[in-house]
């Protein structure tokens, strides 16, 4: 029984690796997609269309007796929540990932939780108390993580790795080489911005639609009909959908099954068995995996410049999470002890 306890207490870690490792792989398959001229908007919508397929069924019977009806409201909200959740922050993340590196752009996936904090603090949906140490540590956190921004976004750095890279005059290489990095940049920040928002926008849309898988896979089907209206009115080349290197089908089969559908069923589970906290810790090790794919397969260069700017968003990460956690555990040790002053009230009364 020990062992047993053991083991179940290890599955949430080992499925976190798993999805790790499947957004490592995600990631550098789609950079590598992009660098031989796949359409960002024709990989979201294929993407989207094939995790659909695949959620739908799970949904379906598994929410089959629990699922609440569609009403306007609920609709609207999974408009938006696509919008924000899929098409508008995959196009930017895929934007990015275009003109930087595959290590620089998942980099920038740290700021989600300190950005989603930040926002929740103006919109009045989190306090913050100064005062006591996790209220602190917030504030630390949030500023050593903009303080990696700021250093990956204006410092490139040295490199340290040397990797062969395609022939060029070194003027026209380092104006064109600074202009794509900013607008990558600017793109993988505006990312963040918009998981952010799909995040405290997720929030309401759980409580009014509980209905976990079947929210996710009308989401995934409506961006899909998103990014096919924008494609179609961007793209008038019909050849543009037809798919003929054998990498652009595994990318947009192995994003849409493993990457979106596998991938948020495993996100999920996790957060139900350890909650959020323990689910955003990981995020930092898919910039390892990431960083070793990216040298070894993709033949990045890894410059100073990203490295410093990792540590100190990684860094300020951990100690928001930590923040946040202390901030759970008082809370519900402060609400406990109210529960039991109530008790032995009633019992005195």
Same mark, same amino acid.
Request: charged residues 15%; contains cysteine; glycine residues 6%.
């Given at each position: 029984?020990?062992g047993? !306890?053991r083991?179940?207490?290890?599955k949430?870690?080992?499925a976190?690796?798993?999805?790790?490792?499947?957004? %490592?792989v995600?990631?550098?398959? #789609?950079?590598?997609a992009l660098?031989?001229?796949l359409?960002?908007l024709? $990989?979201?919508?294929?993407r989207?269309?094939?995790?659909?397929?695949?959620? &739908?069924?799970?949904?379906?019977?598994?929410?089959?007796?629990?699922?609440p009806k569609?009403?306007l409201?609920?609709?609207?909200?999974? =408009?938006? *929540?696509?919008a924000?959740? &899929?098409?508008? *922050?995959?196009?930017?993340f895929f934007?990015g990932?275009?003109?930087t590196?595959?290590?620089?752009?998942?980099?920038?996936?740290n700021?989600?939780?300190?950005?989603?904090f930040?926002i929740?603090?103006?919109l009045?949906?989190?306090s913050?108390?100064?005062?006591?140490?996790?209220g %602190?540590a917030?504030?630390?956190g949030?500023?050593? /993580? =903009?303080?990696?921004?700021? +250093? $990956?976004?204006l410092?490139?750095?040295?490199?340290?790795?040397?990797?062969?890279e395609?022939?060029?005059?070194?003027?026209?290489?380092?104006?064109?080489g600074?202009k794509?990095w900013t607008?990558?940049?600017? %793109?993988?920040?505006?990312n963040?911005?918009?998981?952010?928002?799909?995040?405290?926008?997720?929030?309401k849309?759980?409580?009014?639609y509980?209905?976990l898988?079947?929210?996710? !896979?009308?989401?995934?089907?409506?961006?899909s009909?998103q990014g096919?209206?924008?494609? !179609?009115? #961007?793209?008038?080349? !019909?050849?543009?959908w037809?798919l003929?290197?054998?990498?652009?089908?595994v990318?947009?089969?192995y994003?849409? #099954? +493993?990457? *979106?559908?596998?991938?948020y069923v495993?996100?999920?589970?996790?957060v139900?068995?350890?909650?959020?906290?323990?689910?955003s810790? =990981?995020i930092p090790?898919i910039?390892?995996?990431?960083?070793? #794919?990216?040298? =070894?397969v993709?033949h990045?260069?890894?410059?100073?410049?990203?490295?410093?700017?990792?540590?100190?968003m990684i860094?300020? $990460?951990?100690?928001?999470l930590?923040?946040?956690k202390r901030? %759970?555990?008082?809370?519900s040790?402060?609400? &406990?002890?109210?529960?039991?002053?109530d008790?032995?009230?009633?019992?005195k /009364?």
């Amino acid at each position: 029984m020990l062992g047993m !306890a053991r083991i179940d207490e290890w599955k949430p870690v080992f499925a976190m690796l798993v999805f790790d490792l499947i957004s %490592a792989v995600t990631t550098a398959l #789609i950079k590598k997609a992009l660098r031989e001229g796949l359409d960002r908007l024709v $990989l979201i919508t294929l993407r989207q269309l094939v995790a659909t397929v695949f959620l &739908a069924p799970i949904a379906y019977f598994k929410e089959r007796s629990t699922r609440p009806k569609l009403t306007l409201e609920i609709l609207v909200y999974l =408009f938006f *929540s696509a919008a924000f959740g &899929a098409a508008l *922050s995959q196009y930017t993340f895929f934007y990015g990932l275009q003109y930087t590196t595959a290590t620089f752009a998942i980099t920038f996936t740290n700021m989600a939780p300190v950005l989603t904090f930040l926002i929740a603090v103006l919109l009045r949906v989190e306090s913050l108390n100064m005062k006591n140490k996790a209220g %602190a540590a917030k504030i630390i956190g949030t500023l050593m /993580s =903009f303080a990696g921004v700021m +250093l $990956l976004t204006l410092y490139k750095g040295v490199a340290l790795t040397h990797q062969a890279e395609p022939s060029e005059s070194p003027d026209h290489a380092a104006e064109s080489g600074k202009k794509s990095w900013t607008l990558g940049t600017v %793109a993988l920040l505006a990312n963040c911005l918009c998981f952010s928002f799909w995040l405290l926008l997720q929030s309401k849309l759980t409580k009014k639609y509980p209905a976990l898988y079947s929210s996710t !896979a009308y989401m995934f089907l409506i961006s899909s009909l998103q990014g096919g209206g924008l494609t !179609a009115a #961007i793209q008038r080349r !019909a050849s543009v959908w037809v798919l003929t290197r054998p990498l652009e089908i595994v990318t947009v089969l192995y994003t849409g #099954i +493993l990457g *979106s559908g596998v991938g948020y069923v495993v996100m999920t589970w996790c957060v139900e068995k350890r909650g959020p906290v323990f689910t955003s810790a =990981f995020i930092p090790i898919i910039q390892i995996m990431v960083a070793m #794919i990216d040298f =070894f397969v993709l033949h990045e260069n890894l410059y100073l410049g990203s490295v410093l700017g990792s540590i100190l968003m990684i860094l300020g $990460l951990y100690i928001l999470l930590w923040g946040k956690k202390r901030d %759970a555990s008082e809370a519900s040790s402060s609400a &406990a002890k109210e529960e039991e002053e109530d008790k032995e009230k009633q019992v005195k /009364s």
